[in-house]
């Protein structure tokens, strides 16, 4: 069903379950779901966020400045990517890490044409810094991606199996939604993404599906056209 996808990680999923640091099961367990994908045929490229080491937002009001801040953020999302590419290529799969500003010799310079060439030979693609540009989250720069590279679906990996009315982990009266379009989402204040993101995937008619990552077998089973997670689309 879908032979591109952006997958969207949060820096907080490669901390484990502390969310903080790097945790190498989990790296190792996203690296083996990844890599079994690619080695099928699937073509992935990832974003990845940076809040396990630092969220620059969440820093305003402790000393630091937005804009310092969010840079701190970018290169958060860097070192996630560094060690996740090492995870997949212990796999056998060729992964390269570029970054939205030049990094050089550390990773290379994002140009979109570049990453679609490691896609089409069979590689994962790891796009970190963001945007480039602070006040933009990684969801945002997730949806731009998506977008440059002709993704046929943006893939948000979370803990949970989708979105729900409420936080299931909080209320155990949570519906989840089977599928529900991006007015619905917005109207009803469901935070999928945040509404930058949300626009770029309505305007570039960029579905999004959100799942949990963390079962074992889901990408797959997603990317194979199977019904996991839930489907949100323009």
Same mark, same amino acid.
């Given at each position: 069903m879908y032979k591109r996808v952006l997958l969207k990680l949060s820096g907080e999923s490669l901390g484990g379950p502390a969310g903080k640091g790097l945790d190498t099961a989990w790296l190792e367990k996203y690296a083996q779901e990844i890599a079994t994908a690619a080695?099928?045929?699937?073509?992935?490229? %990832?974003? #990845?966020?940076?809040? #396990?080491?630092?969220?620059?937002?969440?820093?305003?009001? $402790?000393?630091?400045?937005?804009? +310092?801040?969010?840079? &701190?953020? &970018?290169?958060? =999302?860097? %070192? #996630?990517?560094? *060690? !996740? $590419?090492?995870?997949?290529?212990?796999e056998g799969?060729?992964?390269?890490?570029?970054? /939205? =500003?030049? &990094?050089?010799?550390? *990773?290379k310079y994002y140009m979109r044409d570049?990453?679609?060439?490691?896609?089409? @030979?069979?590689?994962?693609?790891?796009?970190?810094?963001g945007t480039g540009n602070p006040f933009f989250t990684t969801d945002s720069g997730a949806? !731009?991606? *998506?977008?440059? %590279?002709?993704?046929?679906? !943006? !893939? $948000?990996?979370?803990?949970? +199996?989708g979105v729900y009315t409420a936080d299931p982990e909080k209320d155990p009266s949570?519906?989840?939604?089977?599928?529900? /379009?991006? +007015?619905?989402? %917005? /109207?009803?204040?469901l935070k999928v993404m945040d509404q930058t993101a949300y626009a770029l995937c309505a305007d570039g008619k960029m579905p999004v599906i959100v799942f949990d990552m963390n079962a =074992?077998?889901?990408?797959? @089973?997603?990317?194979?056209?199977?019904?996991v997670g839930t489907l949100v689309h323009p």
């Open positions: 080695k099928a045929g699937m073509q992935i490229a %990832i974003v #990845n966020g940076g809040g #396990n080491i630092f969220r620059g937002l969440q820093g305003v009001g $402790k000393g630091f400045d937005r804009v +310092d801040g969010d840079k &701190m953020g &970018m290169l958060a =999302t860097v %070192i #996630n990517a560094l *060690a !996740l $590419k090492m995870f997949i290529q212990a799969v060729e992964a390269v890490v570029f970054t /939205s =500003t030049p &990094m050089e010799p550390h *990773a570049d990453a679609v060439a490691v896609l089409e @030979r069979g590689g994962v693609a790891l796009i970190a810094g949806a !731009l991606r *998506a977008l440059e %590279i002709g993704a046929d679906a !943006l !893939l $948000k990996g979370t803990r949970v +199996d949570a519906v989840k939604y089977e599928e529900l /379009s991006f +007015d619905e989402a %917005i /109207s009803k204040h =074992t077998g889901n990408l797959t @089973r997603l990317l194979n056209g199977e019904k």
